[in-house]
């Protein structure tokens, strides 16, 4: 592939690099350009918030530009602009992310909301503390925000990657969450646990639906956390098949899950016969994303 060439006009204010970059990246149909090459150009400066637009009149200093020019020419040629910076807010933390881990997006959030809402619920303050483990953890955001918004739960988290764990580890040792990992495929490593609580946002993608997918997602992001099979149901199912590994089932059990697959999944939990209630919660557009099993 050709390599892609940014080179940042000289003797520019923050602002005119600002116009430059984005313009360039609008040109090269890359989407949300201003947005991109505000984030670059802010991770560039190390500067955020009202800080930036102070500094927009301010000369570009010369010794950041090769920086930028890089990270443009990387976010023009599809690099994900959270993979370039290194990190994605989630739940308002900061959380290292690379190409090993999927990018946490908004709408998990409303999966950890649901899981704290409930894992209330199922728990009156006579019990003792809950037990929750967290299903392809990858970038450790699910399992590290309850644990720090939870923090009577105790958290357990696994990934089949463990270059996915590696970077999971290091976001809760830097967000000070105590949450212990263990490698293996869904809830294998859980075998002869217990737990009160299992959270999973597994692959959900169809295999056929992937190529079809945003470039920045398709290329760039790991496959392993994309592609749930035929029709992106496996994970779903395989988890059902473990359940005997645990000794007794989970009372509360949350799913993350594709557009149209809420039916199916909640489907796979009443067959599964374990839960008293299973809901279902939108996303922020009213789309059901989440599937939950409740045992009061």
């Given amino acids: 592939m050709k390599r892609t060439i940014f080179e940042l006009t000289p003797q520019r204010s923050i602002r005119e690099a600002f116009v430059e970059a984005s313009s360039f990246l609008d040109a090269m149909r890359v989407m949300e350009p201003q947005r991109n090459a505000q984030l670059l150009l802010e991770h560039v400066l190390g500067l955020s918030g009202t800080s930036y637009y102070m500094a927009l009149p301010e000369p570009f200093p010369a010794e950041c530009r090769h920086a930028l020019e890089e990270a443009i020419r990387r976010k023009a040629e599809g690099v994900p602009a959270q993979y370039i910076i290194g990190e994605q807010e989630f739940y308002g933390r900061p959380f290292e992310v690379t190409p090993a881990v999927l990018i946490p997006r908004p709408e998990t ?16 303050r006579s019990e003792a503390r809950l037990k929750a483990i967290d299903i392809g953890t990858g970038s450790g955001a699910i399992a590290v925000t309850l644990a720090l918004q939870a923090p009577s739960w105790d958290l357990l988290a696994s990934d089949i990657s463990p270059e996915a764990l590696e970077v999971a580890t290091r976001n809760a040792k830097q967000l000070h969450a105590n949450v212990e990992f263990r490698q ?7 075998a002869g646990l217990a737990p009160d609580i299992l959270v999973s946002n597994p692959p959900y993608i169809p295999a056929e639906d992937i190529e079809g997918l945003q470039p920045e997602v398709r290329d760039y992001e790991p496959r392993t956390a994309l592609d ?6 496996n994970p779903y199912r395989i988890m059902m098949a473990q359940l005997p590994l645990l000794t007794a089932p989970p009372r509360l059990i949350a799913f993350e899950l594709g557009m149209g697959q809420a039916g199916d999944v909640a489907e796979l ?5 374990h839960w008293q209630e299973i809901i279902t919660v939108p996303d922020l557009a009213g789309i059901d994303r989440h599937v939950l099993g409740i045992f009061r």
């Fill in 184 to 190: 293996g495929n869904l809830l294998e490593p859980f």
């Fill in 228 to 233: 749930g099979g035929r029709d992106g149901l």
């Fill in 109 to 124: 959030e409303l999966l950890v909301e649901a899981v704290l809402k409930y894992g209330q619920e199922i728990a009156p």
């Fill in 269 to 273: 939990l009443r067959q599964a016969g």
